[in-house]
């Protein structure tokens, strides 16, 4: 019951006390700051001939209407100086009307002028009073504005499909109000940029609001790169964001596994060449070969294929070094190499293989070190019987 006691009388405190103020007293003790104000704490050291901090003009000082500025002034020379901005715009002079003007004392060692941001936006001029050619500098104070950008930036969109970019406007500086969204032509020409899903878009005070922005891709559009301007508008000022489009289109790949084969004269090999869908293609694909020379036979089997969307299919491919009829000579020997296309319309991709034909038989079909073998054992006997034969004839002679 204590506790509730205290907690009445404290209202009926803070009431009767503000009963007693003007209305707009009691307003002014109960607002609520603006969420952008903030503190700013700047150093500034001024010499009669290098100017603010070492050059002339100064820094530019950028800052927002409603900031506070604590500003050390710390005088580089040992000579007095002054601190002014140029508020009131009436030029830079000696005697400055500081009623209306931001004006430090003057110092010689180092200061501390704090001050409120209370006038802009607008550009001014600051200067010191006592060197007015030497130390001048700009001082920003920005008005409302706000900032367009699309998330994602960089789309990839298939032919005959659409995707979407979110546009985020943001309020800086306090800005408050509506904003007329367009988009540029692509570049190159071919996209279709669909309308913003809100638009126009109201942003709020130290806020942001957003729109879909739907990019939409024709079926025979060219793959490759495109870039699009989304502009934010309103009675005074604009602001871009570009989003880049990649289209590509459907496809698919061929390998050869293995990529390479070694057979001997006479006898044959095979490899198994795949083929995968990519972007969702689907079609027939018709399969093509091209030797480096001539001499080994190539077949597909089956020489075309259905490609399925999202998935692989193979052909078996065969390399026969056989002779191909009765009076051909035998394959030579040697590297070749083997390429193997895939068409499917305007898709036309490659893949190749390396053959290598040895030699594996000689005359009659034997290996070539039996024909070695036997050229050597004929040889011997033909010496052996020539020697009988004059071994019989010696004797007769005797």
Same mark, same amino acid.
């Given at each position: 019951?204590?506790?509730?006691?205290?907690?009445?009388i404290c209202?009926?405190?803070?009431?009767?006390? !503000?009963?007693?103020l003007?209305?707009?007293?009691?307003?002014?003790?109960?607002a609520?700051?603006?969420a952008?104000?903030? *503190?700013?704490?700047?150093?500034?050291t001024?010499?009669? $001939?290098?100017?603010?901090?070492?050059?002339?003009?100064? /820094?530019a000082?950028?800052v =927002?209407k409603?900031?506070?500025?604590?500003?050390?002034?710390?005088s580089?020379d040992s000579?007095p100086?002054?601190?002014?901005?140029?508020v009131?715009k009436?030029g830079?002079?000696?005697?400055?009307?500081?009623?209306?003007?931001?004006?430090?004392?003057?110092?010689?060692?180092?200061i501390?002028y704090?001050?409120?941001?209370?006038?802009?936006p607008? =550009?001014?001029? $600051?200067?010191?009073?006592?060197?007015?050619?030497?130390?001048v500098g700009?001082?920003?104070?920005?008005?409302p504005? $706000?900032?367009?950008? *699309?998330?994602?930036?960089?789309?990839?969109?298939?032919q !005959?499909?659409n995707?979407?970019?979110?546009v985020s406007?943001?309020?800086?500086?306090?800005?408050?109000g509506?904003?007329?969204l367009?988009?540029?032509?692509?570049?190159?020409? !071919?996209?279709?940029?669909?309308?913003? &899903?809100?638009?126009?878009? =109201?942003?709020?005070a130290?806020g942001?609001?957003?729109s879909?922005f739907t990019?939409?891709?024709?079926?025979?559009?060219?793959?490759g /790169?495109?870039?699009?301007t989304?502009?934010?508008?309103?009675?005074?000022?604009?602001r871009?964001?570009?989003?880049?489009?990649?289209?590509?289109?459907?496809?698919?790949?061929?390998? &050869?596994s293995?990529?390479?084969?070694?057979?001997l004269?006479?006898? *044959?090999?095979?490899t198994?060449i795949?083929?995968?869908?990519?972007?969702?293609?689907?079609?027939?694909v018709?399969?093509t070969?091209?030797?480096s020379?001539?001499?080994?036979q190539?077949?597909?089997s089956?020489p075309?294929?259905?490609?399925?969307? !999202?998935?692989?299919i193979?052909?078996?491919?065969?390399?026969?070094?056989?002779?191909s009829g009765?009076?051909?000579?035998?394959? *030579?020997q040697?590297s $070749?190499?083997v390429?193997?296309?895939?068409?499917?319309?305007?898709s036309?991709h490659?893949?190749?293989l390396s053959? =290598?034909v040895?030699?594996?038989?000689g005359?009659g079909?034997?290996? &070539?070190?039996?024909?070695?073998?036997?050229?050597?054992a004929?040889?011997?006997?033909?010496?052996?019987g020539?020697?009988?034969i004059?071994?019989r004839?010696?004797?007769t002679?005797?």
């Open positions: 019951m204590s506790h509730q006691k205290a907690l009445i209202i009926l405190t803070l009431f009767l006390i !503000g009963s007693t003007p209305s707009s007293n009691f307003l002014t003790l109960m609520v700051p603006k952008h104000a903030v *503190s700013h704490s700047i150093k500034l001024g010499t009669a $001939y290098a100017g603010w901090n070492g050059t002339n003009p100064g /820094p000082i950028t =927002t409603g900031d506070s500025v604590f500003l050390t002034l710390v580089g000579s100086h002054t601190f002014v901005i140029d009131h009436d830079v002079t000696p005697s400055p009307n500081c009623s209306v003007n931001k004006c430090s004392s003057t110092f010689t060692t180092t501390i704090p001050f409120s941001v209370d006038f802009g607008g =550009t001014y001029t $600051y200067y010191c009073s006592v060197h007015l050619n030497s130390m700009t001082f920003i104070v920005p008005g504005d $706000y900032g367009v950008s *699309s998330s994602p930036s960089s789309l990839t969109i298939l !005959g499909a995707a979407n970019s979110t406007i943001t309020s800086l500086n306090n800005f408050a509506s904003v007329t367009s988009s540029s032509p692509s570049s190159p020409a !071919g996209l279709i940029p669909s309308s913003f &899903s809100v638009n126009p878009v =109201t942003v709020p130290g942001t609001a957003k879909n990019v939409s891709v024709p079926a025979g559009t060219t793959p /790169p495109y870039s699009l989304v502009t934010g508008s309103n009675s005074t000022t604009s871009n964001t570009s989003v880049s489009v990649t289209v590509i289109a459907p496809d698919f790949t061929i390998i &050869s293995p990529s390479s084969l070694n057979i004269q006479g006898s *044959s090999g095979t198994t795949t083929l995968t869908s990519l972007n969702g293609f689907s079609g027939t018709s399969l070969s091209i030797l020379s001539s001499g080994p190539v077949t597909f089956p075309s294929v259905a490609v399925p969307s !999202g998935g692989s193979s052909s078996t491919l065969t390399v026969s070094a056989v002779p009765a009076y051909s000579t035998s394959v *030579s040697g $070749y190499t390429t193997v296309t895939g068409t499917s319309g305007s036309v490659s893949t190749t053959l =290598t040895g030699s594996s038989s005359v079909g034997l290996p &070539s070190s039996a024909i070695i073998g036997g050229g050597i004929a040889a011997i006997a033909v010496v052996a020539i020697v009988y004059l071994r004839k010696t004797r002679q005797t």
